[in-house]
């Protein structure tokens, strides 16, 4: 059991802060892909070995969970997890990603279902209110996918992409001020991203203000550039 733990230590090194709850665009990785290194295919298979050797050890279901999902497996990364809840059903990491799954897939009464009873553990878990709105918005209900988001935030001030994904729901709604100023707080607090400029871009477009627009288009094509490059 020590060297299994110390693989899945090693393991969920090499994915890093890529398992948060989710990527700019509003799907987990906390929501979306990362980087298991080299061989994903290798890690993947090395985690099967650890779960078939030993069954009920949660922790190995979920980082063979997450290994799948960051592949875009999503069947087994549920049934994995499933699993992991069958053998604790209190696991509030194994639930919240199994919300991720479920957005992943545009399952989103499923998802909300499984944030709702990560919130019924926990009111103040900033990762299910972060869930939840990104639930709330893929259904196209903003004015309360705000709120959620809020809370995310006073609850995780640092937890990125929240305050991105909040500036998309106040576009949505044509809150451009607001959508502006969640936008540059999300590149105070997590840096600049070509997906960031581009939307700040599109906000100051819709005030009118051009020359802002111009200048965020144009770094977000720099920032495009130099991802490329590296």
């Known amino acids: 059991l020590r060297r299994v733990a110390v693989f899945l230590v090693i393991t969920l090194a090499l994915t890093g802060g890529a398992l948060g709850v989710a990527n700019y665009r509003g799907y987990p990785l906390r929501l979306g892909r990362v980087n298991l290194g080299p061989s994903p ?3 993947i298979a090395q985690l099967r070995n ?3 050797q030993q069954p009920t050890f949660v922790p190995g279901h979920i980082a063979l969970a997450r290994a799948y999902l960051s592949q875009g497996q999503f069947s087994p990364a549920e049934t994995e997890l499933k699993r992991a809840l069958e053998l604790d059903p209190k696991s509030v990491e194994a639930r919240l990603e199994l919300g991720n799954v479920y957005l992943n897939q545009n399952r989103v009464q499923d998802a909300t279902k499984a944030f709702n009873e990560v919130l019924a553990q926990n009111p103040n878990n900033a990762d299910a209110h972060f869930g ?3 639930a709330l918005a893929a259904d196209e209900n903003h004015r309360a996918a705000i709120e959620e988001y809020r809370m995310a935030d006073r609850l995780d001030p640092d937890s990125a992409g929240v305050n991105y994904n909040l500036g998309l729901s106040y576009a949505k709604l044509k809150m451009y001020d607001e959508a502006i100023a969640a936008y540059l ?3 105070q607090q ?3 991203t070509e997906k960031l400029e581009t939307a700040l871009a599109e906000a100051y477009q819709s005030k009118g203000m051009t020359q802002r ?3 965020a288009r144009s770094k977000a094509l720099a920032l495009k550039d130099h ?3 590296r």
Do not use: C, P, R, T
Request: proline fraction near 0%; glycine fraction near 10%.
């Open 41 to 43: 295919a290798q890690a």
């Open 50 to 52: 650890i779960v078939k």
């Open 132 to 134: 939840m709105g990104l």
């Open 185 to 187: 707080k999300e590149q």
């Open 190 to 192: 997590n840096g600049d």
């Open 213 to 215: 627009a111009e200048e």
């Open 227 to 229: 991802s490329q490059d």
